[in-house]
Structure formats: structure tokens, C-alpha cells
């Protein structure tokens, strides 16, 4: 069974800085894009940071995060990470990882296969 799974999330003041991991079993990331989304209370579900398959790693940024956040992979771990620094208290929300086909501008959540199951990012003000 496919399992996407998400770690690293927490409580972070304003300012601070978390990683997030997310590693799948029964499925190699190595020909997919991969994807983190995040959702807050209330609000639609939207597309954080993405980066293509092995061999092309080509990212995407939403424009709130460019030059913040950090998405890359690591092949040998089948992980891919999302490096949030100057974290902000409306970037409170669950994050979840997505696997799927192509990593587009905009990051669309049904172009993704596999989810995670989220992990809750909280920054205090």
C-alpha cells in the first residue's frame, strides 16, 4: 500500500525557521513531482513549493514563499524537503505533501496521485 508520508512540523515563533520531510513506502519519488500544499482553517488548500522528477528538479514557488522556502530532494532517501526560514503567523496551517505527475505553475491539486496525511505547522506571532 502507497504511503506518503509528512514530518518536521510544529510550533515555530515568528521569524523562525522549520524543515519539512516527507518520504513515501511501496513508491519512489524518482519519477514524480512532488509537491507541498498547505491548508489553514477556512481557507482552499494551495500550492506551496514543487519540484519535478529525478534528472530534471526543476521547482516552483507560490509567490508568498519565493526566497523563504526551500523544496529539494534527496534520491538515495526517497525524501523530498521544504526549508521554511522567516516562518510568518498566517503560514499556520497543515502541510502536506503531494506526489504526482508534473510540478505546473500554477500547482494544481489535482494534478497530484498520492497524498499525505498533512502535519500542522503553527507560528506564533
Known amino acids: 500500500v502507497v504511503q506518503v508520508v509528512e514530518s518536521g512540523g510544529g510550533l515555530v515563533q515568528a521569524g523562525g525557521s522549520l524543515r519539512l520531510s516527507c518520504t513515501a513506502s511501496d513508491l519512489t519519488f524518482d519519477d514524480l513531482a512532488v509537491a507541498w500544499f498547505r491548508q489553514a482553517p477556512g481557507s482552499e488548500r494551495e500550492g506551496v513549493a514543487c519540484i519535478n522528477w529525478r534528472g530534471d528538479d526543476t521547482t516552483r514557488y507560490a509567490h508568498s514563499v519565493k526566497g523563504r522556502f526551500a523544496i529539494s530532494r534527496d534520491n538515495d532517501k526517497n525524501t523530498v524537503y521544504l526549508q521554511m526560514d522567516s516562518l510568518k503567523p498566517d503560514e499556520t496551517a497543515i502541510y502536506y505533501c503531494?506526489?504526482?505527475?508534473?510540478?505546473?505553475?500554477?500547482?494544481?491539486?489535482?494534478?497530484?496521485?498520492?497524498w499525505g496525511q498533512g502535519t500542522q505547522v503553527t507560528v506564533s506571532s
Open positions: 503531494a506526489a504526482g505527475r508534473y510540478c505546473s505553475d500554477p500547482m494544481r491539486t489535482f494534478e497530484y496521485i498520492y
